[in-house]
């Protein structure tokens, strides 16, 4: 025997009527006209092939089949009204995940902050965060396995767009004994002929101290290119050489025996902010959280100011005072 192809209308009607007693209340709750819903019950017997309720001018009650017909489909609507729900919430943005990959500095120092405050008004929502370099960064985003990037302004591939949140400004970090300790500034040029304790290629500090390098014509040591701000950290403690690292690269760094001196030229900041694609609709969730990072007063740590859409060009000018890493 064939299965029927009810429908959940058709289902909902006869779990209301048996519900209420009443073709009037029945009809009321479902927000239809009395025919209409006598005819959704006579269809549905028609296709089952068996009356369902037995009618009188004064009671309308259950058949056996009735109770059955309803004990076997009562879990489908429960479970189909759950899901409904669920998806309904998705699509309202109160639910689902949002997958971002971001820069370890701003995984760490930028994105808790804010995630907090999301989720104030969206308590269900998860986050799943993937840190990783510039590069890796584009590729989650280029692989589909993340909708949102956390990252530096560059060359964006075809078919990206770029937010841009926040600039920071480059410091000349080094060993206290140093000569630059004693300096309020440096510039670019006093890299020159030092041995500069280096991110890999691919990240987006390599990218900008390389480019402001050739730009000034300095000439420096590349003996050693560390992946983390923590071995970066070490071989500095160490004395081995000096690194040009943005603001939030030192946000715990926290030793006596180093000191960051700001770099005063141009070039010398970072402007970061969040890539995603442009021609592709964002999930419900997760362009609701690029609106809100669009729209969230960012509290900067030192050296770190806020960049809205439009001005991601350098300042006039930077003036920083410098800053001891034990601070």
């Known amino acids: 025997m064939p299965v029927p192809d009810l429908t959940l209308q058709?289902?909902?009607?006869?779990?209301t009527l048996a519900a209420s007693g009443s073709?009037?209340?029945?009809a009321a709750a479902e927000h239809i006209s009395q025919s209409v819903?006598?005819?959704?019950?006579?269809?549905?017997e028609r296709?089952?092939?068996?009356?369902?309720?037995?009618?009188?001018?004064?009671?309308?009650?259950?058949t056996a089949a009735g109770h059955?017909?309803?004990?076997?489909?009562g879990a489908v609507l429960d479970d189909m009204d759950m899901r409904l729900s669920r998806f309904m919430s998705y699509v309202a943005a109160q639910s689902g995940t949002i997958a971002v990959a971001a820069l370890p500095s701003l995984a760490a120092a930028v994105l808790p902050?804010?995630?907090?405050?999301?989720?104030l008004d969206h308590p269900e929502v998860e986050f799943e965060i993937i840190d990783g370099a510039a590069d890796q960064v584009v590729e989650r985003l280029e692989g589909g396995t993340v909708e949102l990037g956390l990252t530096a302004h560059g060359d964006l591939p075809d078919g990206f767009c770029f937010t841009p949140l926040l600039r920071e400004q480059f410091y000349g970090v080094t060993h206290h004994s140093h000569p630059w300790s004693a300096q309020n500034s440096i510039s670019w040029a006093d890299f020159n002929g030092e041995t500069v304790v280096?991110?890999?290629?691919?990240?987006?500090?390599?990218?900008?101290?390389d480019a402001a390098f050739s730009r000034y014509s300095i000439s420096v040591s590349h003996h050693f290119n560390a992946c983390s701000a923590a071995t970066i950290r070490g071989l500095l403690r160490a004395g081995v050489g000096v690194a040009a690292l943005p603001a939030l690269e030192l946000q715990g760094f926290g030793l006596d025996d180093l000191v960051a001196v700001p770099v005063d030229s141009p070039g010398a900041t970072r402007v970061t902010g969040v890539m995603y694609r442009c021609s592709q609709d964002l999930s419900p969730v997760a362009a609701r959280f690029l609106a809100?990072?669009?729209?969230?007063?960012?509290?900067?740590?030192?050296?770190?100011?806020?960049?809205?859409?439009?001005?991601?060009?350098?300042?006039?000018?930077?003036?920083?005072?410098?800053?001891?890493l034990a601070e």
Do not use: C, N, W, Y
């Open 10 to 15: 058709q289902l909902r009607a006869v779990r």
């Open 23 to 26: 073709f009037t209340k029945a």
């Open 37 to 44: 819903l006598s005819r959704r019950i006579k269809e549905v």
């Open 47 to 62: 296709l089952l092939r068996v009356r369902l309720f037995d009618r009188t001018t004064r009671q309308l009650d259950l």
């Open 68 to 73: 059955a017909f309803l004990l076997m489909t």
């Open 113 to 119: 902050g804010v995630m907090r405050g999301f989720m």
């Open 198 to 209: 280096a991110t890999r290629p691919g990240t987006s500090i390599r990218a900008i101290t």
């Open 292 to 324: 809100f990072m669009r729209a969230t007063e960012i509290d900067p740590p030192r050296g770190v100011s806020r960049v809205h859409e439009g001005h991601t060009g350098e300042p006039d000018t930077l003036s920083h005072a410098g800053v001891q």
